[in-house]
């Protein structure tokens, strides 16, 4: 029996205001989560402290422990900081800095004597104005660093640490856990084993439903150790307004199982002596403000070594 044309209609509008209302829901649980109700920092409010950029810390540093701010009169004015041979600063009347490369690379490093970078809560204020992309580009050359993975198109920032140099002339030492934030509002963790053969697929996966765009936000990266330096604990925070009002957003706890994202052929083409799920719980060198295929302002950089909780 054909069914009337009416019925029909009443049934195509069924349909898509269940679909719409679906979709309503879904914000408004994104919303709830991330905007209204966050989850609590994990530090007593009476026991807060701010760092020299009166930028509130998460977890304490750590006594003695190694702290890095950045030289914000001069970024390049720093025995330990390197940057990515290209690349060109231009300092705002407020004092932050515009980056406009395709590929930025602020590197950390360690001296001799010097505590290596493990435990560490990395921040910073920054402000995403556009992609490097246009129509028809293809991906960048980077015979330096390599292709992260198959989303380095899409831009994004990748604050890392836990390892040294990310070239490939010593792959082994490219280790670390890289904690990004995207263009489009995606943040997730990713692990490195090795330079470039290592990368695991993307963990605490979490979309922010507010726009970024041409606003300055705080991003931060924590990594710390757990059970005896048997697992590692990450955990990502954003200050959607740039007022010192910081909320988890994402959180990562790997104790083995998150394997490399490649071939055993491939994995085990360089000899590094890790195993496909290797637990990256060794300090490094080098601690990486990254940058990929986007335009964008930073201010307030800043590293400590903290206590875990």
């Not at 055993?264 to 002596?273: I, L, N, Q, T």
Request: proline share 5%.
């Amino acid at each position: 029996m054909k069914m009337p044309d009416n019925a029909k209609h009443r049934k195509r509008i069924i349909l898509i205001a269940s679909s719409i209302l679906v979709l309503f829901i879904i914000f408004i649980l994104l919303y709830i989560r991330i905007v209204i109700t966050p989850p609590p920092l994990p530090i007593p409010e009476g026991e807060r402290r701010m760092d020299q950029f009166d930028t509130l810390q998460i977890y304490p540093t750590v006594q003695n422990g190694r702290e890095w701010f950045i030289n914000m009169q001069d970024p390049f004015d720093d025995e330990i900081v390197s940057f990515n041979s290209d690349i060109t600063l231009d300092q705002h009347s407020d004092n932050s800095w515009r980056v406009n490369s395709s590929k930025v690379r602020l590197r950390v490093d360690t001296l001799p004597g010097q505590e290596e970078w493990k435990n560490v809560e990395m921040t910073g204020y920054i402000r995403m104005i556009s992609s490097t992309l246009t129509a028809g580009s293809n991906e960048f050359s980077d015979h330096e660093e390599g292709s992260e993975d198959g989303d380095s198109l899409d831009p994004h920032l990748t604050w890392r640490a836990r390892g040294g140099r990310h070239n490939d002339m010593v792959p082994c030492e490219g280790t670390a856990l890289n904690g990004g934030l995207y263009f489009d509002g995606k943040v997730s963790w990713k692990k490195e084993i090795w330079h470039t053969g290592g990368y695991t697929d993307a963990r605490g996966v979490s979309e922010i439903p507010n726009f970024l765009v041409n606003k300055w936000i705080g991003w931060k990266t924590i990594m710390y150790n757990l059970e005896n330096d048997s697992s590692v604990k990450m955990e990502s925070y954003l200050d959607i307004n740039a007022n010192n009002n910081w909320n988890k957003i994402s959180e990562v706890e790997d104790n083995g199982k998150w394997y490399a994202d490649t071939s055993d052929e491939e994995f085990y083409s360089v000899d590094c002596g890790k195993e496909k799920d290797y637990v990256i719980t060794n300090s490094g060198p080098t601690a990486t403000f990254r940058a990929d295929n986007l335009i964008f302002d930073f201010k307030n950089l800043s590293i400590r070594e903290i206590i875990p909780p």
